[in-house]
């Protein structure tokens, strides 16, 4: 691995914990429900954030996070560029991670297969 992609993978690391670290602390939106910050996914240039989160919840609840969210990440880019010493922080868009009720239904479906075995 390049020098770039590692500095791509602890930036988006650092800013998965910052992210995370607001959410608990800091942000007292009451449209946030549980939320887990489960990956960031940063662009080539650095300028955008894809933040993957996951909710504890129904789908009404997931919609009111992601709006809450998306009402914070101003506040979130601004925090992230301070406390990460960067000129410019990357615009930060959130998205429900779908890969932990992807594993759910695919352990059901086993587990319904071996039942009928």
Known sequence: MNVAGRRQERLAEQIRDEVAQMLVRELKDPRLGFTTVTRVELSSGLQHARVLISVLGDVAAQEETLEGLASASGYMRH???????????????????????????????????????
């Open 79 to 117: 925090e992230i560029a301070h406390r990460l010493r960067l000129r410019r922080a990357p615009e930060m868009v959130f998205v429900l991670d779908r890969g932990a009720e992807a594993s759910e239904k695919i352990e059901e479906l086993l587990r319904k297969l071996n039942e009928t075995s």
